[in-house]
C-alpha cells in the first residue's frame, strides 16, 4: 500500500496523525501544494510566505534524514492532489483537518473524486484540541462567550496524547519543484534581516521552544505575560500557526512538565490555547470573520476614510505615541507583537483613529509571522467591540495609562524607539519635547470623545 500524505497547517513528523496512519499502512510519499490559484484562500502574507519557505525548508532536511524526500507542488489542489498521488501509484490519499469554509468546500470536493477514483481517503484531526462542531450550547448552537466555552471543552474528554514520529518512514520519489522558485522570500528589498535574528522556523525549534518555555517562562506567566519589556509567554504562535508543533502536544508537556508552575500560571497558559480554539470555531461558524462584521449593527460604524500618510505613521511607528510606535515598529523588525501592545496599537488604530478594523486586520495579516486565518480576524473584531465575546465599547485603551502600567520603567520603548532613549519622560515625551521623535498624530481626549459618541448612536440605534 502506498499512500499520499498532504501536508497542509501541519508542517511536523511527530504527532501528525495522517502521518503516523499512512506509515502505519505502508509506503509513503509526503508532498505539500502551494495553491495561490483556488478561489476563496486567502493568500499568505509577506512575513509568512518567509516563515513557510524555512519551515518547508527543515521539514523537507527532516525527511531527508530519514531517507525520504519532500514532494513540492504548485498549482490548484483540486488538480495537482490527484495528479501526485496517480504518478506514484498510491491507493490512498490522507490528510489532517482545515477549517475554513474555502479549504474545507477544497478538502470534500477532493474526498469525493479521490473517492471516486478508487482511493482510500481519510481526513484526521491534528491542529484543534476540540473539533469545533463538538463543542455546542445545550441548544446545539455554538457558543460567542469564552468562558462557558472553556468551560464546556474542559468538561469534554481530555484531549488525546501526541504521537510520536513514525518509526519508519519509507517510499518512492517523485517529481518535486525547487523551493527557490516559489519565491517566498523577500527580494529587492530584502526585508527579512530582523526575522532571521528572531525566529528559527521549524519542528525542532518549536519543541525547543516549548521546552525553554516549560523550565524558564510558565513559573510566574499570570503576570509576565502582560510585560512587553519581558520574555514572559511562549512565541509559540507562529509555530502552533503553521503546525511545526500541535495543539496536543503542547497541552500533554504543559500539563506533565511544569511540576514547579504554580496552577495559576498553568490555567491561564492553558486558557490562552483555549482563545485559539475559540477563535477556530468562531471562524468555523462564521467563514467570513475577516471580511464581515460578527455584529451586524456594526455595518452602520461612521469609519473615517483614512488619509494615507497617517496610516503610515501607524503602520511604521510615527505616531509619536510611544507604546503604539514601539509595538509597531516590533512588528516590523521581528514579525510579532507583544500581545497588550497588539491590543493597544489596535484600539489607537479603531478607536482613536476611527479606521475600519478591516485595514489594521490586512496590516497584521502580511506583517506577522504568526498570522492566522481565525486567531488574527477574531481578536482585531474583538477590539473593534464587533466581534463575540468582544471588548466593551467604552474600553478605549490608552496608550499613556497603559505603558506607564505595563512598561512603567520604559525599557520597551527605549528598545523599540532609539529616538527616546535618552528622554527623561519616556511615556509622554511631548512634555519635554524630544528631537527626531514625532509630535502626537491626535488629541487623545477627543478622539477618544468622538469614539464614544459613534458607539452610543450604534448603540441607541
Ligand atoms: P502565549 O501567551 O505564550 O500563548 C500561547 C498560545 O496561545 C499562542 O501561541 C496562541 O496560539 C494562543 N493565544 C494566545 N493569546 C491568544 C488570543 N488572544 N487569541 C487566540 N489565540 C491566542 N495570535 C495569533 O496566533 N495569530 C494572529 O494573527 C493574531 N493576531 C492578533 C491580533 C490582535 C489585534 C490581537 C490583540 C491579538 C492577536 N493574536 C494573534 C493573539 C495574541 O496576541 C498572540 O497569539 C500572542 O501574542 C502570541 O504570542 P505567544 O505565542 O508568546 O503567546
Not at 478561489?39 to 530519514?66: C, D, F, M, N, Y
Not at 509559540?236 to 508552575?261: C, K, M, N, Y
Request: net charge negative.
Amino acid at each position: 500500500a502506498l499512500t499520499v500524505v498532504w501536508l497542509r497547517d501541519d508542517l511536523r513528523l511527530a504527532d501528525n496523525p495522517a502521518l503516523h496512519a499512512a506509515a502505519e499502512r505502508g509506503e509513503v510519499v509526503v508532498c505539500y501544494v502551494l495553491d495561490e490559484v483556488s478561489e476563496g484562500i486567502r493568500p499568505l502574507g509577506g512575513a509568512s510566505r518567509w516563515w513557510l519557505h524555512h519551515s518547508l525548508t527543515a521539514l523537507g532536511a527532516s525527511l531527508k534524514e530519514r531517507g525520504m524526500e519532500l514532494i513540492l507542488r504548485s498549482g490548484p489542489a483540486q488538480a495537482v492532489v490527484p495528479r501526485v498521488a496517480a504518478e506514484c501509484e498510491a491507493d490512498a490519499v490522507f490528510w489532517n483537518r482545515r477549517y475554513g469554509l474555502a479549504e474545507r468546500t477544497q478538502d470534500a470536493a477532493l474526498k469525493a473524486s479521490l473517492g471516486d477514483g478508487g482511493y482510500a481517503v481519510r481526513s484526521f484531526q491534528a491542529n484543534l484540541l476540540f473539533e469545533p462542531w463538538e463543542v455546542t450550547t445545550g441548544s446545539g448552537t455554538p457558543y460567542k462567550v469564552f468562558s462557558p466555552f472553556w468551560r464546556a471543552c474542559r468538561n469534554r474528554p481530555a484531549p488525546r496524547a501526541p504521537l510520536g514520529v513514525p518509526g519508519s518512514l519509507n517510499g518512492p520519489v517523485t517529481e518535486s519543484e525547487d523551493l527557490a522558485s516559489w519565491r517566498l522570500l523577500p527580494y529587492a528589498p530584502d526585508w527579512a534581516a530582523g526575522l532571521r535574528e528572531t525566529w528559527d522556523p521549524g519542528e525542532h525549534a518549536a519543541q525547543s521552544r516549548l521546552q525553554h518555555f516549560l523550565a524558564e517562562t510558565i513559573d510566574g506567566y499570570a503576570r509576565a505575560r502582560e510585560l512587553p519589556d519581558t520574555e514572559g509567554t511562549s512565541r509559540l504562535s507562529p509555530h502552533l500557526r503553521f503546525g511545526e508543533i500541535s495543539p496536543f502536544q503542547v497541552w500533554q508537556l504543559a500539563g506533565a512538565d511544569s511540576g514547579t508552575a504554580a496552577a495559576g500560571d498553568l490555567t491561564v497558559f492553558m486558557q490562552e490555547l483555549g482563545w485559539r480554539e475559540f477563535c477556530w470555531q468562531l471562524l468555523y461558524h462564521q467563514p467570513d470573520l475577516a471580511t464581515a462584521n460578527y455584529r451586524p449593527e456594526f455595518n452602520a460604524f461612521p469609519w473615517q476614510q483614512p488619509v494615507e500618510e497617517e496610516l503610515d505613521a501607524w503602520r511604521y511607528g510615527r505616531t509619536g505615541f510611544p507604546l503604539i510606535d514601539a509595538g509597531m515598529r516590533q512588528l516590523w523588525h521581528t514579525g510579532w507583537m507583544h500581545n497588550r501592545v497588539r491590543m493597544a496599537a489596535g484600539s489607537f488604530l479603531i478607536k482613536n483613529m476611527m479606521v475600519d478594523w478591516r485595514v489594521g486586520e490586512q496590516w497584521f495579516w502580511d506583517t506577522l509571522v504568526d498570522a492566522d486565518p481565525a486567531n488574527n480576524p477574531a481578536n482585531w473584531q474583538w477590539v473593534a467591540g464587533s466581534g463575540a465575546d468582544a471588548a466593551p465599547y467604552f474600553r478605549i485603551f490608552n496608550p499613556v495609562t497603559q505603558s506607564k502600567k505595563f512598561d512603567a520603567d520604559g525599557g520597551y520603548l527605549r528598545r523599540w524607539i532609539p529616538e527616546l532613549r535618552s528622554a527623561g519622560n519616556v511615556h509622554e515625551p511631548w512634555k519635554e519635547g524630544v528631537s527626531g521623535y514625532p509630535a502626537p498624530l491626535l488629541d487623545l481626549k477627543a478622539s477618544r470623545d468622538q469614539a464614544l459618541s459613534a458607539y452610543q448612536d450604534l448603540r441607541q440605534a
